[in-house]
């Protein structure tokens, strides 16, 4: 089973990187793929270039196994369309179980996504659930989606798409907005990010205006 988490990681932080993790080990597959987005369709352009921000997620991830970089987002032009990059795995991948990782406010607002109907059946959706929040995906939505809502994980492997699981996973008070403020004003943004993205971002003054 292929495990997608997409992002523009503007910079890279804990609250991608920990919850991706923890994918990882509930979803029981091998690795999770960080997918970096090079133009993102519904939110202004990262601050920082499609090569600088590919540096800090490789740094970020060089230690963990579990997490891996796909960067066919980063070399395709146009706008960075989830659907585009769905067809593209599933190409290559045949009938391969795929999943798409997104937080739960991402997916409330799927239905503005680019050709959003044709997501479910490229893909599983994995919702990640703050703990405390709602307890699953509300059942109108998964009907909207013609998604099947399941409770194992192993039922995602059992077909390659169509199904809405809800994983809890640690939330981190943590934004790369945040993170840019903080450097922008001079300030630190330590142990907000792993040690050597920032010293990477402190080498080169990334951020800092």
Not at 179 to 196: F, H, N
């Amino acid at each position: 089973m292929i495990c997608i988490l997409g992002g523009t990681f503007d910079p890279v932080h804990f609250g991608h990187l920990r919850p991706a993790l923890e994918v990882q080990q509930a979803l029981g597959v091998p690795v999770v793929h960080l997918l970096p987005c090079r133009t993102p369709p519904h939110r202004p352009a990262p601050r920082a270039g499609a090569a600088q921000r590919l540096e800090l997620l490789q740094l970020a991830v060089a230690d963990e196994p579990a997490l891996e970089i796909d960067t066919r987002e980063l070399q395709r032009e146009g706008p960075s369309y989830m659907v585009d990059t769905l067809e593209s795995i599933r190409a290559e991948q045949g009938e391969t179980p795929l999943c798409l990782v997104l937080g739960a406010d991402a997916l409330l607002g799927l239905e503005s996504w680019h050709r959003w109907q044709d997501i479910p059946a490229l893909c599983h959706l994995v919702v990640m659930q703050r703990p405390g929040a709602r307890a699953s995906t509300p059942r109108a939505l998964v009907d909207r989606l013609n998604s099947t809502h399941v409770t194992d994980s192993r039922a995602l492997h059992e077909r390659s798409a169509g199904c809405v699981i809800d994983i809890p996973v640690t939330q981190l008070s943590v934004s790369s907005t945040q993170i840019r403020d903080l450097l922008a004003a001079g300030k630190s943004p330590r142990y907000l990010l792993p040690d050597p993205v920032l010293e990477r971002i402190t080498q080169e003054k990334w951020y800092a205006d």
